[in-house]
């Protein structure tokens, strides 16, 4: 869960770049409380030293976002119906997991919090009321509790709103994050959750 702290492979952060962001740490701190990432992304990131409240602020919230969006898509492996959502809630997970991971890594080397650990539960659904898309614990319960296409409806209607949530926050990174790399992952969830949300209405429409 998000204020997880135990030991996490370093392969999707280099010595180098966790040495450039630790660079940063003292840098613009004012006011501070959907595949992996490329390779190429990672290793080239020598100039991504400086970060503001911004990227540190989207890394924190997307970190709980991704989390939900795989738990959903784990129920989709043994409740889905339709073969297109089993791939679909796949694709999303092996997506999802490596961004969780590089960005938990991320915050490690900016020395900042997760929200839960640093005295925020965002552990529930109830508890993302200022977190766009978040599914809240009673939708949480329901898609437990469905299967076959009435879950693959709940699924996807959840799923789509979880999408447009995460495109908020990515869009508000893009204009006003400053690190290069957080910057790059916010493209990437514009880019892939745009063509997920495409491909879930158009699922949706034909059950």
């Given at each position: 869960?998000p204020?997880?702290?135990?030991?996490?492979p370093a392969?999707?952060?280099?010595?180098a770049?966790?040495?450039?962001?630790?660079?940063?740490?003292?840098t613009?701190?004012?006011?501070?409380?959907?595949?992996?990432m490329?390779?190429?992304?990672?290793a080239?990131?020598?100039?991504?030293?400086?970060f503001?409240?911004?990227?540190?602020?989207?890394?924190q919230?997307?970190?709980?976002?991704?989390?939900?969006?795989?738990?959903?898509?784990d129920?989709?492996?043994?409740?889905?119906?339709?073969a297109r959502?089993?791939q679909l809630a796949?694709?999303i997970?092996?997506?999802?997991?490596?961004?969780?991971?590089?960005?938990?890594?991320?915050?490690?080397?900016?020395?900042?919090p997760?929200?839960?650990?640093?005295?925020m539960?965002?552990?529930?659904?109830?508890d993302?009321?200022?977190m766009?898309?978040?599914?809240?614990?009673?939708?949480?319960?329901a898609?437990?509790?469905?299967?076959?296409?009435?879950?693959?409806?709940?699924f996807l209607?959840?799923?789509?709103?979880?999408?447009?949530g995460a495109l908020?926050?990515?869009?508000q990174?893009?204009?006003?994050?400053?690190?290069?790399?957080?910057?790059?992952?916010a493209?990437?969830?514009?880019?892939?959750?745009?063509?997920e949300?495409?491909?879930?209405?158009?699922?949706?429409?034909?059950?």
């Amino acid at each position: 869960m998000p204020g997880s702290r135990r030991h996490r492979p370093a392969a999707l952060l280099t010595a180098a770049v966790a040495a450039a962001l630790l660079g940063g740490c003292g840098t613009d701190h004012a006011g501070m409380g959907h595949g992996a990432m490329p390779d190429a992304a990672i290793a080239g990131s020598a100039s991504a030293a400086a970060f503001n409240a911004t990227d540190v602020m989207f890394v924190q919230m997307m970190i709980p976002h991704h989390q939900q969006a795989v738990q959903l898509s784990d129920l989709a492996a043994s409740r889905a119906n339709d073969a297109r959502v089993k791939q679909l809630a796949a694709q999303i997970k092996t997506e999802q997991q490596p961004e969780i991971d590089t960005m938990l890594d991320w915050l490690d080397a900016y020395k900042q919090p997760t929200l839960s650990s640093g005295g925020m539960d965002m552990g529930h659904g109830a508890d993302h009321g200022a977190m766009a898309g978040m599914a809240t614990d009673a939708q949480l319960k329901a898609l437990g509790q469905a299967s076959g296409t009435p879950f693959d409806r709940m699924f996807l209607t959840l799923m789509i709103a979880h999408h447009q949530g995460a495109l908020t926050m990515a869009d508000q990174e893009l204009v006003d994050g400053t690190n290069p790399l957080v910057r790059q992952l916010a493209q990437q969830v514009v880019n892939s959750q745009s063509t997920e949300i495409a491909t879930m209405r158009s699922i949706l429409d034909r059950l």
